[in-house]
Every structure is written in C-alpha cells, then in structure tokens.
C-alpha cells in the first residue's frame, strides 16, 4: 500500500503570499493518479488538481500542481483569504483510494 | 449542476446498522462510479468502497469487506452506503463522491463531486 505523507502538517501564512505544500509517497506513483484536494471548516472535500497538475473545473489559476515520481507539490501563488483550508493529496490505483494526512493553511 | 445530496444526521447505538443515501443530479447517475469516504472527527479522510451505479457491481475496501454494501436505485438515481455492527470507531461524518466514467477504468479518475456529508455518532 502506498503511504502519502504530506508536510508541513501546518502552515502559517499571510494573504498575498505563496504557499508550498508537499506530498510524498512511499513508492513511486504514476503522475496521472495523484489529485489535490482543498477542505474548509464544515465543508465537503473539493477537487482541486487532477493528474497531479490538471486543475479542475473552475479552479483559479493561482492553483498548481506538479511533482513526478515520489514527490508531488500543490502551490497556491497568492494566497487569497478563502485559501486557508485544509489541503488533501490523494493517489488512485485499483482497488485503493488513499488520501495524505492533511496540510492545514492558517493566516499568520 | 451536477449535485449529490445526502441523508440526514444520524445517532446509532452500538452494533446497530447504517444507511446513508445520496441522491444524484445534473449528470446521467448510471453513467459515473460512486465512491464513499469517511472522516472521523478532527481527522483525514479514509475511502470505503465504490459503487458502479450502471452494473452494481462494488469493490471494498479491505478494512471494510464483510460489513459495508454499497447498492443503489437507478429509478431514483440514489446510491446507499450500508455499514454494519457499528461501533464508537465508525463515529465520522460520511461522504458520497462521484468518480469517473463507467466507460474508463474507475482508478484512472479522482472524485470530482461530493454530497454535503452525512454526520453518524455512535453511542448507548
């Protein structure tokens, strides 16, 4: 089974900054199967980036993923106010959807 | 727009069943798998299973197997998640997700909607 661990578990920063969060796995995984997800207090899960760099739906610019291999990256450009969330990697393969611990984004 | 909604909260007592439902919108319900994941209080999240809506066919997690059924209603476009002998450890709430097209391989897509949560306590 692949283990995603994500670092920092918590990130203090201030509107207008950038903000780098890691996901690694254990093993190496494919980049098509590695997604980001963004949670607010009471909220469901939201999708944010897809095939470890595609953003969905909607998603602002200010979003981007990138990473192969082992070590994956979700990078908000500026932060907004609505930015500061938990944030969610994920990998999907058959049979096991695993999801990292969390990143939690805090103004500072 | 493409919604799922859920089932109300839930207040369970230990070694009772669940059912949780989510009602699909917007999309063809029989043409997308359904995943369900759940997340205890204060913690990640953790996937259960999915459902293909189009043949019923599911696949479990394997800390899951024999005490979750995924099923579903095609006349009412509705998925249900059933969760067995509960315990205090089940307390989270519980999210239907939309995967990908039942014409793809169902790894091959991440959840691109998910249902409102439906929030279960397990207690005597």
Known sequence: EIVLTQSPGTLSLSPGERATLSCRASKSISSSSLAWYQQRPGQPPRLLIAGSSSRATGIPDRFIGSGSGTDFTLTVSRLEPEDFAVYFCQHHTISLWTFGQGTKLEVK | ?124
């Open chain 2, 1 to 124: 727009q493409v919604e799922l909604v859920q089932s109300g909260a839930e207040v369970k007592k230990p070694g009772a069943s669940l059912r949780v439902s989510c009602k699909a919108s917007g999309y063809i319900f029989r043409d997308y798998y359904v995943h369900w994941v759940r997340q205890a209080p204060g913690q990640g999240l953790e996937w259960m299973g999915w459902l293909n809506p189009n043949s019923g066919g599911t696949d479990y997690a394997q800390k899951f197997q024999g005490r979750v059924a995924m099923t579903r209603d095609t006349s009412i476009n509705t998925a249900y998640m059933e969760l067995n002998k509960l315990t205090s450890d089940d307390r989270a709430v519980y999210y239907c997700a939309r995967g990908g097209p039942r014409t793809s391989l169902v790894q091959s897509y991440p959840m691109d909607v998910w249902g409102q949560g439906t929030t279960v306590t397990v207690s005597s």
